[in-house]
């Protein structure tokens, strides 16, 4: 059975910071390239980070660059976002998702697995 399980979202003041983890078991996790999406009230679900399967590369939409790192631990089957100086449209809830895809997938329809999201709250 697959799972994927997003973690450590909550409520932060403006500047802060939170550290998601995503833990993931029943495929191979190292094959597979591993992204946070984000979907705020009203609005499509967006890419904000992901990380190749290949060379651990990162990518990172630009309302992030610099303030986002991802990382992975694939003895622990399981991927970081930790998101520094944190700003009120950053709220949404953040969700892992798995593809098989190489390079830098960031679009929704090109993963394979989904968690049931975190939801992150920044106040002002």
């Known amino acids: 059975e697959v799972r994927v399980v997003e973690s450590g979202g909550g409520l932060v003041q403006a500047g802060g910071s939170l550290r998601l983890s995503c833990a993931s078991s029943?495929?191979?996790?190292?094959?597979?390239?591993i992204g946070w999406f984000r979907q705020a009230p009203g609005k499509e679900r967006e890419a904000v980070s992901c990380?190749?399967?290949?060379?651990?590369?990162?990518y990172y939409a630009d309302s992030v660059k610099g303030r986002f790192t991802i990382s992975r631990d694939n003895a622990k089957n399981t991927v970081y976002l930790q998101m520094n100086s944190l700003k009120p449209e950053d709220t949404a809830v953040y969700y892992c998702s798995a593809s098989r895809k190489l390079g830098f997938p960031i679009t929704v329809s090109e993963y394979d697995y989904w968690g049931q999201g975190t939801q992150v709250t920044v106040s002002s």
């Open positions: 029943g495929f191979t996790f190292d094959d597979y390239a």
């Open positions: 990380i190749s399967t290949r060379d651990n590369s990162p």
